[in-house]
């Protein structure tokens, strides 16, 4: 059954009894309120998250176990149905048409059923509006070969991010894109290139054979929704050094560890030569977070970004010098290249984020704290007793 099918079923069948209103017609007033993820619970009003913050959605009743696998079972198809029943987790994406698209993770808990939906906006963002370097990113998918990742925590955009590159090269170059997901989020339609998009599970078994047939495919570009394992990332590094222009995403938090984590996913008689490979592969990095905004809705971005040189080479072939990275981005603004407490002690001059927020996102707050007095001339901007209160409170909440 098509999404739009299902969506005829679910806002038939998974309303909530006794709320007044249609699951559907919930889901778009919690869209329309900004929701970046919504939560279906047994036993608990439905939530969303809205900026950063985790909301009830109030004037409705609580679900029951019955509604919640109600709900979970109409937004599926029959395969998936028949996957959940042996797997009892899944993921799958779902679209309301007019509404938006999500990717849906359905899940038992204490033998119940639970939902958690991350909202997909139908337009794809442009570069400028997601707060980007556009000259950098640009340059990165102008490119005809390599290895570009954009890494972050879970919630931080990459996935965005990765469907703004893909739209850029579509709109602009004449190539052959696949796309590997799971699921498949933002859609995208041919306009100057031929885009492939494949779900894992319903269009390819797993990213490993999808990769393997990609390369067969005649592909310019290959997105792959996240690197995983070992066998995924050998096969992006492979893609990458035969030719081809590989996106993917790492759970890491900045360059360094990005470089690190690709490397741990191999057992150490592998390394050196992987040391090589990605040196020779990588084309850049981007390392998100979302912060607060202090003036409104909404979040900003910070960026460390790492561009690839023949310093950066070196430091990658070489263990010992691989946290030198850290000096390399802090020096070469030329290329565009910047650390996290870099780009957020500019965010803090401007206005974009508070110091609370900075301090608590910055991975040196020491160093942010100099950099802000070096920027400032000497003059405080903020009280040395000020910024050990929030020194210790990032490290009390685990920063």
Do not use: W
Request: proline share 5%; hydrophobic share 40%.
């Amino acid at each position: 059954m098509s999404d739009v099918g299902r969506h005829e079923v679910a806002t038939q069948a998974a309303g909530p009894p006794r709320s007044g209103m249609r699951m559907a017609d919930l889901m778009k007033s919690m869209v329309a309120r900004g929701a970046s993820d919504i939560h279906i619970q047994a036993g608990a009003i439905p939530h969303m998250r809205i900026d950063g913050s985790l909301l009830g959605y109030e004037g409705v009743p609580v679900l029951t176990p019955e509604q919640t696998e109600q709900i979970a079972l109409a937004m599926m198809s029959e395969g998936q149905r028949e996957l959940f029943l042996h797997r009892h987790e899944l993921d799958f994406a779902f679209t309301i048409p007019a509404v938006a698209r999500f990717r849906c993770n359905v899940f038992r808990q204490r033998g119940s059923v639970g939902i958690v939906m991350r909202v997909i906006s139908d337009a794809i963002p442009t570069f400028e509006a997601l707060g980007l370097p556009v000259g950098v990113v640009t340059e990165l998918a102008a490119q005809p070969r390599g290895l570009v990742l954009v890494t972050g925590p879970t919630g931080s955009g990459k996935s965005t991010t990765l469907a703004a590159m893909v739209d850029h090269i579509n709109r602009r170059y004449p190539r052959n894109v696949i796309t590997v997901e799971d699921p498949i989020e933002f859609l995208h339609r041919n306009q100057r290139s031929l885009v492939i998009q494949r779900e894992i599970g319903l269009d390819t078994t797993d990213f490993v054979d999808a990769l393997k047939y990609a390369m067969r495919q005649d592909p310019d570009v290959i997105m792959v929704g996240e690197m995983r394992d070992r066998a995924t990332v050998d096969a992006a590094l492979t893609a990458a050094q035969t030719g081809h222009l590989v996106l993917s995403t790492l759970h890491t938090l900045d360059a360094i560890r990005t470089v690190n984590r690709i490397i741990d996913f191999f057992p150490p008689h592998e390394r050196q030569q992987i040391r090589i490979l990605l040196a020779e592969s990588l084309l850049g990095v981007l390392s998100q977070r979302l912060l607060p905004r202090p003036d409104g809705p909404g979040r900003q971005l910070a960026l460390e970004i790492l561009v690839n040189s023949p310093l950066i080479r070196d430091y990658i072939k070489d263990e010992t010098k691989t946290p030198l990275i850290k000096d390399a981005l802090f020096e070469d603004n030329l290329r565009g290249m910047q650390t996290f407490d870099q780009h957020l002690v500019e965010l803090f001059l401007e206005g974009a984020v508070t110091l609370e927020d900075a301090v608590y996102a910055a991975t040196s707050p020491h160093e942010l704290r100099l950099m802000i007095t070096q920027r400032t001339a000497g003059r405080d901007e903020f009280s040395e007793v000020e910024f050990e209160r929030l020194a210790i409170r990032r490290g009390a909440l685990g920063g």
